[in-house]
């Protein structure tokens, strides 16, 4: 049975940082990637980045430079850390990880077999 569960959200104020950690289980993290998603209230979810098996990485336009990914495969988890968070970056973030291995990360969520059950972030302005 695989299963991710993140952590690290919470409360921060504008121009502040948080980590949010992904912790898979289940599988062997080192042969899948693993991608980001946030969810604002009302709308649908959509891609913030993700880090592939081999760590390549890739990041929607809003968030590179500020967020991200790495990977610590002998801890099974997979993290975003967030700099300069903003006011817009206010939702809830969920982690992802596809049904089958080494594959590059995607942007399409209906790609994706596998969801934690998200954390939420919060920054103040």
Not at 23 to 43: D, E, N, P
Not at 87 to 95: I, K, L, N, Q
């Amino acid at each position: 049975q695989v299963s991710l569960v993140e952590s690290g959200g919470g409360l921060v104020q504008a121009g502040g940082s948080l980590r949010l950690s992904c912790v898979t289980s289940g599988r062997t993290l080192s042969r899948y990637a693993v991608t980001w998603f946030r969810q604002y209230t009302g709308k649908e979810r959509e891609f913030v980045g993700g880090i592939a098996w081999n760590n390549y990485t890739m990041y929607a336009t809003s968030v590179k430079g500020r967020f991200t990914c790495s990977r610590d495969n002998a801890a099974n988890t997979v993290y975003l850390q967030m700099n300069n968070l903003q006011p817009e970056d206010t939702a809830v973030y969920y982690c992802a990880s596809h049904r089958f291995p080494s594959l590059l990360p995607s942007m399409r969520r209906n790609e994706y077999s596998y969801w934690g059950q998200g954390t939420q972030v919060t920054v103040s302005s």
